[in-house]
């Protein structure tokens, strides 16, 4: 990834605005770059810490955020002591993306743990921030043992970071685990959920505090509101803690943007925003998410979100989006609808007879069968009808179709969005539409907002819900114990794949063992 070079007097005249993040803290380590400029006491800070992501078998994104105009300088190495380190020079950040910058670091062995160290220095090279560490494994190329993790749905319906319950700490325990790779299905914010200071729990439970801050004590509708989202989660040190120490394959979903958004929706019935145009919100929110997570665009089929990515001979992840293309939210289901679109559903299909990895994970930001209203109207797939497919379904209908028509075997579906988990097995036995193989599903979240659910199955494409953890009161708090993470392990010897449904302290809920078929 290459960046144009600014001249510094247009930078430093544009200035980039310090937030007040005194509270972040907790992650800044000790030291300086091997061979970087001397740190003085006005350096730049890197107080949103760092992240990776979008890691390929010799390759990764390194990201991080300086608190004014300054260049990003990478040290790359094997061990935690930087011998042998090599240095990357990374991007100028300035007020263009907000600070943030992000450098594909090329050249790695696959399969390798690398750790990594990020520097700010400043425009006239004269001084340097604290080196902010962590670390990342590049993909592997054969039948490695490989462990991913999987949620969504972060800081919803009032529940942000609470420093009297330590904050996130469903963060930490998914580091806890030392996976490989993190699968995030979305809703990585909610520019469209304000936090206030107090919330009252209900049933006499108590009181939730939270952090606030200017950005979310507000609907995001500007640029730097939305930025302002993604910056609130960060100043979580657990959230800090995963993000340098997992890489991750990164979706998005509504609340990025608003509640159940759809490409030309005017936002008339919410008083709450004076950009009435969806559109136009979601491109400054598409923005910001790009600013904010180390995903690399150019891998991006079409530069935005769908890509693919291999992981060894056992797995290959298909990342989806399925809310830029999507037809408007409607109660009318007579006629066929989209969720992904033409050139989307044609790439997933395609990729997936193509792939020769033994399992095809199929990385969603919305289930299949689960009914998600959106009012009177229908907001994800599933319309809740019996019978032959309509709406969105027909859509998912061909896209099934075609693997089994293909043969392919062993795909698995990973979705969050419903705040509660579930593994969903769907067969055509049990089907109104009977032109599929059978399949899994398998729903976890939120990692941390309030709880909710069980949806009702649809019963198009014969789902069974053979396991739910839900909670019985809707909107529970995150003490109520009902926050969840999915955890995926795949034998390299074997190519059984495990799935584990954790809650928020890592222990597992429920787990099923798949063995894989032969084409």
Same mark, same amino acid.
């Given at each position: 990834m290459t960046e144009t070079t600014p001249s510094r007097r247009s930078v430093l005249k544009a200035g980039i605005a310090v937030p007040a993040l005194a509270a972040a803290g907790g992650l800044l380590l000790p030291g300086s770059a091997s061979a970087a400029p001397l740190v003085r006491r006005d350096r730049p800070v890197l107080a949103h810490g760092v992240a990776s992501g979008d890691v390929t078998a010799g390759s990764g994104i390194v990201w991080s955020r300086a608190d004014r105009p300054a260049r990003l300088m990478v040290e790359v190495a094997r061990d935690p002591s930087f011998r042998h380190a090599r240095r990357v020079p990374g991007p100028f950040v300035t007020p263009a993306t907000g600070g943030t910058g992000k450098v594909?670091? &090329?050249?790695?062995?696959? $399969?390798?743990?690398?750790?990594? %160290?990020?520097?700010?220095?400043?425009?006239?090279?004269? $001084? =340097?921030?604290?080196?902010?560490?962590g670390r990342f494994a590049t993909a592997p190329v054969g039948r490695a043992n490989t462990r991913i993790l999987w949620s969504g749905d972060v800081v919803g319906q009032n529940y942000g970071i609470n420093p009297g319950l330590g904050g996130m700490t469903i963060f930490s325990a998914m580091a806890d685990?030392? @996976?490989?790779?993190?699968?995030?299905? $979305?809703?990585?914010?909610?520019?469209? $959920?304000?936090?206030?200071?107090?919330?009252?729990? @209900?049933?006499? =439970?108590?009181?939730?505090?939270? /952090?606030?801050?200017?950005?979310?004590?507000?609907?995001a509708e500007t640029l730097d509101e939305y930025r302002g989202q993604h910056a609130y989660n960060r100043l979580d040190a657990n959230f800090r803690r995963f993000a340098a120490e997992v890489p991750a394959y990164v979706q998005w979903d509504d609340h990025e943007v608003v509640n159940n958004w759809y490409p030309g929706e005017i936002l +008339?019935?919410?008083?709450?925003?004076?950009?009435?145009?969806?559109?136009?919100? =979601?491109? %400054?929110?598409?923005?910001?998410?790009?600013?904010?997570h180390p995903i690399d665009r150019r891998q991006a089929v079409d530069g935005r979100v769908y890509r693919s990515f291999r992981y060894g001979s056992r797995v290959e992840v298909f990342v989806l989006d399925m809310r830029t293309y999507r037809d408007a939210n409607t109660s009318d289901q007579t006629k066929p609808g989209h969720i992904l679109g033409d050139a989307q559903a044609r790439w997933l299909a395609d990729g997936l007879r193509r792939s020769t990895a033994t399992w095809k994970i199929v990385q969603a930001d919305m289930p299949i069968g689960l009914v998600v209203p959106d009012g009177?109207? /229908?907001? &994800?797939?599933? +319309?809740?009808?019996?019978?032959?497919?309509?709406? %969105?379904?027909?859509?998912? =209908?061909?896209?099934? +179709?075609q693997i089994s028509r293909h043969r392919v075997r062993n795909v698995v579906w990973l979705t969050a969005d419903v705040h509660y988990t579930a593994a969903h097995h769907y067969s055509p036995e049990r089907a109104a539409f009977q032109d599929f193989d059978p399949f899994w599903e398998f729903v976890s979240g939120p990692l941390n907002a309030g709880a909710f659910g069980p949806n009702k199955l649809d019963p198009t494409f014969g789902p069974e819900a053979v396991f739910v953890h839900a909670p019985q009161t809707q909107n529970s708090s995150p003490v109520q114990g009902f926050q969840h993470f999915g955890e995926v392990n795949v034998d390299g010897a074997s190519g059984a794949l495990t799935v584990d449904l954790r809650d928020a302290t890592g222990a597992s809920l429920w787990s099923k063992t798949l063995q894989p078929q032969r084409r």
């Open positions: 594909r670091v &090329a050249g790695l062995a696959p $399969g390798t743990e690398y750790h990594y %160290r990020v520097t700010a220095v400043d425009l006239d090279g004269r $001084g =340097a921030s604290e080196p902010v560490a685990r030392r @996976p490989d790779l993190f699968l995030h299905s $979305g809703d990585t914010v909610y520019a469209d $959920g304000p936090l206030t200071e107090t919330v009252t729990l @209900p049933g006499g =439970a108590g009181t939730w505090h939270n /952090i606030v801050t200017p950005e979310k004590s507000k609907v +008339n019935d919410r008083p709450e925003y004076t950009e009435k145009r969806a559109d136009a919100l =979601a491109q %400054r929110a598409f923005q910001a998410f790009h600013e904010w009177k109207d /229908i907001e &994800a797939v599933a +319309n809740g009808l019996p019978g032959a497919p309509g709406g %969105r379904e027909t859509e998912l =209908a061909w896209v099934l +179709n």
